[in-house]
Every structure is written in structure tokens, then in C-alpha cells.
């Protein structure tokens, strides 16, 4: 009957299109997508939208892995096994092998930019959301303009080099990162606009002012989400990056004095990497369904140890591609030890551990695949319940101890900094020190490189201080002055864009 | 069914219903471990594939830990279509010049697809299993409503002419699911999993109508001419530039029947042909004139979504005019024959993805960007070369010239930016599949071999200066991969009731990158891979070796640390061409008369062998293949022993 029905409505239509007008014949409306012209005029749409420029932090572009993995790589903080022959390049800082990925799930610029203009759409249509009340206005803006700074941020700090440790500066090309804050909807403004790098003042400047609106406008709706206390969390960071040491030690004390997330110490600090949410979270990013793993080859727990889970050695894992290297090894006290019969079951390793309760966030791995059983690194561990699946800490509490006693150290107040650093140690059970003048400062970033390491932030904190990477498995020496210590900018970008200019050596 | 309801209408339908299944294999192309196309060629071969109790060997070390025959042994997957296509055309005389046509056709089919990944294989492993569904619904419906008329004046002129309408559309809709945790490998249907892992679908559909009229004339069968014009609506344009008009004309003059060709001996067929026309050209994405937000991007168990696509209200016909002339010819009593084309086909408003700078928050928009030129020549000779007592050789070659170059793109443009491969007189080269995006052209740094004093691989940089490590501006045009010679050459030999056919094709021409070589190319230095023995022969040994394969390294991946990989530029750009014998057959046909005091017709028993030989240096599995040729499937070589038996 249904093709009956047709037959006859074809005829019709033959009749209608002869009469002249076949254009509601041809208009086919799709159902999996709406109109951009007002899709974001209504609350749940922006919610909707809001929640897209969250996601896009899951990518392994950016915490999915790269920002943890691939920059810890090109640090001094691990060796690759070759198991799946991931991260080589990266951690023998070929030219290159930097942030430099050519397709969505691996490129940080188009994925970040995506994102940067989905949270600007959403800025300019705040005006026209019907039926928003000023609660939800005041956390819309000032979510999108937390993610909008966070984006901006991880770019910046990868693209650029960081102000208190900046190349030849005034050196044309040598640049900021292009700064857009007006979102792009139209054909017209996709195929006009050509941003050129902005300074990397403007570019922090802007980065200051989102988290200053965030603050103000937000409280806490969960660690996943951006709140006051995230975007001052943030912010200590940033302040610690831009060398703008009096702000990173008032955003740091804000951040402590808040109820979000805590610092733990003893074996409450190894339980918090075990637990879904680590407590010590001020916004972490969330992994909440099997989908939305990013799976065997590129999950961070793939990226770090062989392991599936540490209740079984032997079930076969991941590749286990990238892991601690001597010096980290040295920091916690590991080696390898037998600790039953027979030694061809992987539960009956395990390492050896010295007083560091981070020592616990260690242990073998499995040689199920075939490759050689090694030291690796746990803190993620499926730890969402599924396969590959951790919700990934972007900020964790315990970092504004260590912001504020690095920005005190350098404000001149040593003795502030020494009381912090000592109670820091407390909390992973060392010993205090007694220390001042450099080997403060030295101690501080040897105690932030001890905490995050596997967290990605030691190749930004040898890049904040001009200092060269110096690794000896493999052998590699990159001075602070070498090329390979920027990307290059998506080279399709440059080509597209004339007002772009590419980094210096690509 | 064909029923004359009387002797003014007849009405015919017809109706197929078919169901088709098979097994699919773990996968036909990318680097998956355990896919025997990728993995099988790169697994050190030491590895036994059972151990000697016979059970699968578990423990082949390396990045390629997969057994490949377990895991393909374990898992299963099928493939399923069922089809109904069903035609309704009633035909009614008005008067006996004079006649309406109306069809009405439907063509549905579900594709049903089923994998199981075993949670014995080590893709498995992890997840306890995993079971994948999908179904996907296509329905098209098309009706096509035409009047013929035709007319012979004074018994040699003769014309013809029809008008008609048409209506197309064309819809899918799937439904794609996963779930995994399974009890035990037994349990492989996806109602036994613990968790689901993903759930999905999509709907998409388009509409075209059209008008369509065309006038034929021929004069004593002497001069023939055809007028023709479509005037075509997408529903895939932009709101302001769905229709398109495409008309055509052909002319044709058939010498042969001239007078003075009449009466010769030599000359047995002469025809020549003059065509002009345009056609229009709507492969695009069914949305891609739309401005979208599509639903993604869930965050923390809430929906998400995000803008997918760019409006292009201007988006419309691509259009492709073609001018050809040709002869038809044939010689001695048609011993001799075969045709000459030439033709010059213009595509204005070509329809490509334009790439949008990624800080614009867009990869692209489908747009009307250029105009390409493909312009060549045909020719085809077919020609009994030997006849005599009882021995017959027939041959036939065709041989296709084409060049393929972008003549201008918008704004005066010399490339598209964000995507140079697309440049002013460059090819545009093949898209992997029909329906993709064209290519481009190879825009890359020209390798220039190994540096004989110390094994490192080596570039030209833009000034022709050798160099390490090549930059962005150094990248030159390198062809592109698509053929610009290409044919075939038919040979039919028979003697009595013997007959052997031998079909070559060949392509010459085409510059390809091939994705499992590229691994093989690596030597083993980035991971424990096998290696091609002709590839480790050639490698840099000693100072003074001049090689294009670069001295073996065991660390940093096999890499330089001061230089590009070796698979950088043009180092791993391979010529395709090849000579192929793409089918012979040796048969023989029964006498008839001796055949059939048995009741037949017809007996014949052949031997078929297809692709059996290759002519190529090409070092990859295969020249002729489409997309990256990572795991690919070649062409299979085929042998058919068959007997025909007619009744």
C-alpha cells in the first residue's frame, strides 16, 4: 500500500512541479542535527553545548593523553619500552615529534580551537536564551570562559614560550598564539578570518581575565565541572607561569581555603589515585562510559603500564608504552623484586619501595604481550570501572602548596617557602630539609617533579625556567635554545593562513 | 509480469527478492594486529602459528603479539543483505506515434552486520568480549514519467522526441550498537553482554527531481543528430542554487553510407561524431549546504552537542563539459576495426571540501571552488590478425591518454589554502573511494637518497642544496596518483573447438604511497618487524655505498635524531605501473553435432586463471589498489576449472 501511496504522491508532485514550484519536494531536513541559525536559544541547548566543550578536553589530544603522555615524553621523566613503538619520537625530541599530531584525536590546535570557538558561540548567544535565569547566565558565561582560558592555556604554554623564560624576545616570529573570542557560525567569517599570533601578553592577559570572570561568577557544581575555586586554582598556575609570583601566591592561598577538593598524605594519598574520583581533584575531566574511553592503543593507562587491573597482574593490558625512567626510579627507591614462586607469574613481582608514599603509585607491569616486565606507573588504572577508563586530574590540591612555595621563594620570602615545602614533605612522609638560595628553589621543583610526575607539567617546568632537557636513556640533550623546544604550528594552518607565522626551525 | 490490459496499455512488474550473506573478515584495510593483510607480512616468521601439541601458539612477542590465525580463527563476523527491488511501468499508446511511459521503482535493502570479538583474541582480552550490531535501511524510490513521439517525413527523415519527469529519493537509517562483557566465548550474541559500550544510529536522505526532454534526427540514417536538456534540483544544494541546467547536442555524419564510399572495398564502416554537452554533478554530503549543530559531545552522562557544519546558501552544481570528437572506422570488411576520441572535459564549480583554518573552528565546507580539465585521447583497434585453415586470432587494444589539471580556483587562487595538494595546473589526482574527496596532487620534499659517506637519508631543500632535515618550504608537485596511460589488449586464439583468451590491462603513470611497504621500508629499526629482503640488501653498510635506503638504526625509533624519518617526502612515493595479465582461459567447445545425440546443446570445459601474471617493480603487494594499502587484501590470483553444459 505504502508504494501505492507513493506512486500516487509522485504524481501529484510531477503535477506540482510542472505547476512550478518543486521546492518542497527538495527539502529534506536532516534528524540527527538542528539548525545552527538559534540552536542555542533555549537552556538545555546550552547546557548541551556546554557539555561538548568539556568533552573535547577527553580527546587524546589533550587529557586524553598528550598533555600528560606526550609532554611528559618529551621531558626527562621517563624512557618509551617500544612496545607499540608510540612516544619514541617524542622522547628522543625528534624534530617534529612535538604536539604534532595530524589529525583530530591527536591535534591539540584543532581540537582546541574547536572547542575555544564552541565556548565563544556560546558566549555570543547568551543574550538571546530564552527563559535563562540569571543563575544559569552568570554559570554559563562563566564556565564557557573557564574552559575558554584552559584551552587557551595548555595552547599557549605548548605553541609559545612561556614569559618568564622567552627566547630572543621581541623576535617577530616567536609570538603568542592567535586569540579569537568571537565565534564563527557563518561561512563568510570561516573563509575571511585569518588571525594572526597574537603576544603572548595579550594572550595571558585574556587568559587572567576569563578566570577572573569565572571566579566571580561561579560556585561548585562538581569537580568536573569549572567552579571559583578551579578558576583560582587555575589561575595560580597561570600567575606561576607568567612569573606573576605575588598573584600566584593569593590565587594558591584562595584555592586552599576553598571546599573543593582536598590534599592528602600517607597512604590516603595512594588510596585517592584508586578511587573514581581522586579527592584531591579540583576539576579533574570526566570519563563516565566505556564509550568514551580512548581505548587500548592511546588511554593514559595504555600509555603507562601494561597492567588491565592490579588485582590480576597477568590479564593482559595495554602496551605499556612509556615509563619511569632512572631518576624517577632513584626518587621512590624501585627495583624489581620477587616476592613468590614461580617467577613466570607476574603477581609474584613487585618493586621495592623507600619511604615516599608515592612510591606507592608504582609497580611491575607484565610481560603478556611479550615484552619484558617493567617498572611502571599506576595512577591510572581504569579506575572509572572500565577498561582505559580514569577521569584525569587537571588540578589537583595538592599543586597549590607547591605554586605558592616556589611564588614565595621568589617574592623573597624563603622562610615561606622552606615551611611550606617541609610541611609538603610531611604529607608523602619525608624527611624536612633545611635549605636557601637556589637549592631551595631546586628542592621545590625536585619535590613538584616527584608529584607530577606521569601528570605532564615537568616539560613546561624546565621550558618556565630555560633550562635544557638533559636525558640519558635515551641519550638527549636539548638545549633551551634549540628549536625542538616549540612545535611547529599545524603547517596546513600556516599555509592557509598568511597573517600565521610558523615557529622558528620548521 | 507482463499483462496487456488491451491493445492500448500494457502494464509489466517485476519484483527480485534476494537475500545475500557472508563472512567478513576481521578487516580488509588499516594496521590492525590481528589482520593477516597487515600483520602477516610484518610477524617475524620464526613465530610457529600452533605449538607442537597443536594448540595455538599465545606467546609471539613483540608490538605483532597477535596470532593471527587464532584471532581470526575465534572471532566472527557476518555480513548481510536483504534486497526487495520491485518495478511498476505501465505503457499506454495515445496514438501509434505517440506514447506515455510511467515507472515507478523501489529498491530496499537492509544491511545487517554481526562481529564478535572473542575474549580469547587479545583485542578481546580487556573488554571480556565485545559484540557489535549494526543495521542499516536504504530505501530509494524513483519514478520516471516520459511521452515519446516519433515521426518519419518522406521516408528518410526520421525523428524522434521525448519529454519526461523524474523523481528520486534516497534515505538510510541505521542503528549500530555494542555491548561487551561476556560470561564465557560461547556466549557471542550481544544480549549476553554486561555492559552495553555504545549505542548509536543515523538518518540521512536526499531528493532529486528532473525535467528532461530530447529531440533525435537522422536523415537516411546518414546524419544523425541529438539534442538533449536536463534541467536537474538537488535537495543537497544551497537553499539559492539548487537547479542546474545541462543541455546537449550530437552530431554524427556516417560517411560510410555516402555514395562514394558505397562501392569500397577498403572501407567498410566510416562514421564521425562531434559531441558537446553538460552534465551536472551532486556527490556531495546529503547536508553539506547546512549549518548544523549535530548531537555530540556528551559530558559527565549529560547530551552534548556542537556545531558540525558551515551553511553554503550559494553551494550548487558542479558541471562537467564535455567536447569529443571521434571516428568510427572499420576496413576490409570490418577485419579491421576500432575508433579515435578526443575530448577536452571541463568541470566548472568543482565540488570540493574547502579546507577553513582550524582557528575558525571548521575543517572545511563542501563548496564550488575551481575548474579542472581532464582533456585526452582514446584509441581502440580491434583486428583479426590471422584467419586461416581453421586458426583464428582476433586482438583487440584499447590505449586512454588523460591529463587531469586544476585550470583556475576561486579568488584568482594558485592553491587552496590549507591544502596545497589542490593547485593551478596540477592533477587532482584519484579519490580513494567513490564519492570521496579528490586528493590533490603530492606536494612534498624530493628524497635524495642516502649520503654515500655516512647512510644518513637526505632531501633537496628549495634552492636543489641537500639537507637532513627538510622544511615546509621546501615541498615541491609530485605527480599525483592517478594514471595517465592506461588500456588493455584482448587476444583471442581458437582452432576447431579450442579457443584461448588472454586479457592484459595496464596503467602507467601514477605516483601511490603505500602504507604496509612504508612499514616494511622501516627495515625493523622503529619496531620488530620482518623486513623485505630487497630492502635490508639495499641498506647503507659501508662509506661510499650509493643506495636510497638508509643505514640501519636500533634506537630513536630508527631515526636520525638531527633529521627527518626515512619515509619522509618523496622517499616514499612508488610508481605503479604494471603490465597485468588480468584473465586467461584456455577452453574447449564439444562438436555440436556430436553432442547432442547426448541432448545437448552446448558443451564446454575451460581452465580460468585470473591476475595470474604481473609485470611491475612496484615492492608493495600490489600497484592497483585504492586508499593507504595498510592492510590491504590484494587482488587475488584465481583459478576456475568449470564445464558449461546447455541443454
Known amino acids: 500500500m505504502k508504494f501505492i501511496n507513493k506512486a500516487v504522491l509522485s504524481i501529484v508532485l510531477a503535477g506540482s512541479c510542472l505547476l512550478g514550484s518543486c521546492d518542497s519536494a527538495l527539502q529534506v531536513d536532516p534528524r540527527q542535527s538542528i539548525d545552527a541559525n538559534g540552536a542555542l536559544n533555549t537552556p538545555d541547548a546550552v547546557d548541551a553545548a556546554l557539555n561538548s566543550v568539556y568533552s573535547r578536553l577527553r580527546s587524546a589530544a589533550n587529557y586524553g593523553r598528550n598533555l600528560f603522555a606526550l609532554s611528559d615524553a618529551l621531558a626527562d621523566v621517563g624512557q618509551t619500552t617500544s612496545n607499540s613503538g608510540r612516544l619514541i619520537g617524542e622522547n628522543n625530541n625528534q624534530p617534529n615529534a612535538h604536539f604534532n599530531g595530524t589529525i583530530q584525536n591527536t591535534n591539540i590546535w584543532l581540537n582546541s580551537y574547536f572547542a575555544i570557538n564552541e565556548a565563544n558561540l556560546i558566549l555570543d548567544a547568551l543574550g538571546t536564551v530564552q527563559g535563562a535565569s540569571a543563575a544559569q547566565l552568570a554559570r554559563w558565561e562563566g564556565e564557557s570562559k573557564f574552559l575558554r582560558a584552559l584551552y587557551y592555556f595548555d595552547l599557549i604554554k605548548i605553541y609559545s614560550y612561556i614569559p618568564t623564560a622567552i627566547y630572543q624576545p621581541g623576535v617577530t616570529d616567536e609570538g603568542g598564539i592567535p586569540l579569537v573570542t568571537e565565534g564563527v557560525i557563518t561561512s563568510q567569517a570561516a573563509f575571511n578570518r585569518q588571525t594572526p599570533r597574537a603576544t603572548i601578553n595579550a594572550v595571558y592577559d585574556q587568559i587572567y581575565s576569563d578566570l577572573e570572570d569565572a571566579k566571580r561568577l561561579l560556585t561548585s557544581r562538581g569537580v568536573q565541572y569549572g567552579s571559583s575555586a578551579a578558576a583560582s586554582a587555575l589561575l595560580s598556575r597561570v600567575a606561576l607561569y607568567r612569573g606573576d609570583w605575588a598573584k600566584a601566591v593569593s590565587e594558591s592561598t584562595l584555592a586552599l581555603d576553598s571546599s573543593v577538593g582536598v590534599v592528602l598524605e600517607g597512604d590516603a594519598y595512594v588510596s585517592g589515585w584508586r578511587a573514581p574520583v581522586n579527592p584531591e581533584s579540583m576539576f579533574e575531566v570526566r570519563f563516565a562510559l566505556a564509550e568514551e574511553a580512548i581505548g587500548v592503543n592511546e588511554s593514559l593507562q595504555s600509555s603507562f603500564t601494561a597492567l588491565l587491573n592490579l588485582s590480576n597482574k597477568n590479564a593482559q593490558g595495554g602496551w605499556g608504552d612509556f615509563i619511569p625512567n632512572a631518576t624517577v626510579r632513584d626518587f621512590f627507591g624501585l627495583s624489581q623484586i620477587q616476592i613468590g614462586e614461580p617467577a613466570s607469574d607476574n603477581n609474584n613481582w613487585d618493586v621495592t619501595r623507600n619511604d615516599d608514599v608515592r612510591a606507592g603509585l608504582y609497580t611491575t607491569g607484565n610481560n603478556v604481550r611479550g615484552a619484558g616486565r617493567q617498572i611502571e606507573c599506576t595512577k591510572f588504572m581504569s579506575k572509572s570501572g572500565f577498561a582505559y577508563g580514569d577521569n584525569v586530574p587537571v588540578i589537583r590540591k595538592s599543586e597549590m602548596h607547591l605554586n605558592r612555595a616556589e611564588a614565595n621563594y621568589q617574592l623573597g620570602n624563603a622562610g615561606a617557602a622552606l615551611a611550606e615545602l617541609n610541611a609538603f614533605k610531611g604529607l608523602r612522609g619525608l624527611e624536612e630539609v633545611d635549605l636557601a638560595g637556589e637549592a631551595l628553589l631546586e628542592e621545590i621543583l625536585l619535590e613538584r617533579f616527584k608529584e607530577f610526575a606521569f601528570e605532564g607539567q615537568r616539560f613546561f617546568d624546565l621550558k618556565r625556567y630555560g633550562r635544557p632537557i638533559v636525558k640519558t636513556t635515551p641519550s638527549v640533550r636539548v638545549e633551551f635554545d634549540d628549536f625542538r623546544i616549540l612545535p611547529p604550528l599545524p603547517q596546513r594552518e600556516v599555509d592557509g593562513n598568511t597573517n600565521l607565522n610558523q615557529n622558528r626551525g620548521y | 509480469m507482463t499483462h496487456q490490459a488491451n491493445s492500448k496499455l500494457s502494464l509489466e512488474t517485476n519484483i527480485n527478492l534476494s537475500t545475500f550473506q557472508q563472512n567478513v573478515p576481521f578487516a580488509v584495510s588499516g594496521s590492525f594486529l590481528g589482520s593477516p593483510a597487515f600483520s602477516s607480512s610484518a610477524i617475524l616468521p620464526h613465530n610457529a602459528i600452533y605449538n607442537e601439541d597443536g594448540t595455538f601458539n599465545t606467546a609471539i612477542g613483540g608490538v605483532l603479539g597477535q596470532n593471527v590465525v587464532l584471532v581470526n580463527e575465534y572471532n566472527s563476523g557476518l555480513q548481510r543483505t536483504n534486497t526487495v527491488v520491485g518495478n511498476m511501468i505501465g505503457t499506454y499508446k495515445i496514438l501509434p506515434n505517440l506514447s506515455f511511459r510511467s515507472l515507478f521503482g523501489i529498491d530496499y535493502r537492509l544491511l545487517q552486520g554481526d562481529r564478535y570479538t572473542d575474549p580469547r583474541t587479545p583485542d578481546g582480552a580487556g573488554v571480556r568480549g565485545r559484540s557489535s550490531q549494526q543495521q542499516d535501511w536504504r530505501t530509494r524510490f524513483i519514478t520516471t514519467q516520459t511521452l515519446n513521439w516519433n515521426k518519419t517525413y518522406n521516408g528518410v527523415h526520421n525523428l524522434s522526441a521525448l519529454v519526461g519527469f523524474e523523481f528520486l529519493s534516497e534515505t538510510r537509517e541505521g542503528i549500530n550498537g555494542a555491548g561487551i562483557g561476556f560470561p564465557t566465548f560461547q556466549f557471542r550474541t550481544i544480549q549476553s553482554a554486561a555492559t552495553p559500550e555504545s549505542l548509536s544510529g543515523f538518518w540521512t536522505g536526499y531528493r532529486r527531481v528532473g525535467f528532461f526532454g530530447s529531440v533525435n534526427y537522422d536523415y537516411k540514417k546518414k546524419y544523425l543528430a541529438t539534442v538533449t536538456a536536463r534541467y536537474d534540483g538537488s535537495s543537497r544544494f544551497g537553499e539559492d542554487n539548487r537547479y542546474g541546467l545541462f543541455p546537449s547536442i550530437r552530431v554524427g555524419w556516417s560517411m560510410v553510407e555516402e555514395e562514394f564510399l558505397k562501392s569500397s572495398s577498403v572501407v567498410s564502416e ?232 588472454a586479457f592484459f590491462t595496464y596503467e602507467y603513470g601514477a605516483i601511490v604511497t603505500d602504507g604496509q611497504y612504508n612499514f616494511l621500508r622501516e627495515n625493523g629499526t622503529r619496531l620488530t618487524l620482518n623486513a623485505l629482503r630487497e630492502v635490508n640488501d639495499r641498506s647503507w653498510r659501508e662509506p661510499g655505498q650509493i643506495t636510497d635506503i638508509p643505514r640501519n638504526l636500533t634506537t630513536n625509533a630508527g631515526n636520525e635524531t638531527r633529521g627527518a624519518s626515512r619515509n619522509t617526502g618523496t622517499a616514499s612515493l612508488l610508481k605503479a605501473d604494471f603490465i597485468r595479465l588480468s584473465q586467461v582461459t584456455v577452453g574447449y567447445n564439444f562438436n555440436p553435432t556430436l553432442i547432442s545425440k547426448i541432448g545437448l546443446s552446448r558443451a564446454r570445459v575451460y581452465v580460468q586463471g585470473l591476475n595470474l601474471w604481473t609485470y611491475t617493480d612496484y615492492p608493495g603487494y600490489d600497484p592497483e589498489f585504492t586508499g593507504a594499502a595498510t592492510g590491504l587484501i590484494p587482488l587475488t590470483k584465481n583459478y576456475t576449472v568449470g564445464v558449461q553444459i546447455g541443454f
Request: hydrophobic share 35%; proline share 4%.
Open chain 2, 270 to 501: 566510416l562514421k564521425l561524431r562531434a559531441s558537446y554537452g553538460l552534465t551536472g554533478n551532486d556527490q556531495i554530503g546529503n547536508f553539506a549546504a547546512r549549518g548544523l549543530y549535530t548531537g555530540a559531545g556528551n559530558y559527565s552522562g549529560n547530551a552534548g552537542i556542537r556545531p558540525s557544519s558551515l551553511a553554503n546558501l550559494n553551494l550548487g552544481w558542479e558541471t562537467n563539459t564535455t567536447l569529443n570528437f571521434g571516428v568510427d572506422y572499420g576496413f576490409f570488411g570490418n577485419r579491421l576495426t576500432g575508433s579515435v576520441d578526443i575530448f577536452d572535459r571541463r568541470t566548472k564549480d568543482l565540488l570540493l571540501d574547502q579546507p577553513i583554518l582550524w582557528t575558525n573552528g571548521f575543517s572545511d565546507i563542501a563548496n564550488n571552488v575551481g575548474e579542472l580539465q581532464n582533456k585526452g585521447i582514446e584509441v581502440e583497434v580491434s583486428g583479426v590478425i590471422l584467419d586461416r585453415g581453421g586458426f583464428r586470432w582476433n586482438s583487440t587494444f584499447n590505449f586512454t591518454y588523460i591529463k587531469n589539471q586544476v585550470i583556475s580556483l576561486y579568488d584568482d587562487l594558485e592553491f587552496l589554502p590549507a591544502n596545497p595538494g589542490i593547485a593551478v595546473g596540477q592533477p587532482v589526482g584519484n579519490p580513494a573511494f567513490a564519492g570521496d574527496q579528490a586528493p590533490g596532487a603530492w606536494f612534498t620534499q624530493e628524497y635524495a637518497g642516502v649520503n654515500p659517506s655516512n647512510g644518513r637519508p637526505m632531501w633537496y631543500d628549495i634552492n636543489r642544496n641537500i639537507t637532513y632535515l627538510p622544511l615546509a618550504a621546501d615541498r615541491i608537485y609530485y605527480g599525483s596518483n592517478l594514471a595517465t596511460h592506461y588500456g588493455g589488449f584482448n587476444n583471442t586464439l581458437s582452432y576447431k573447438g579450442f579457443e584461448l583468451t
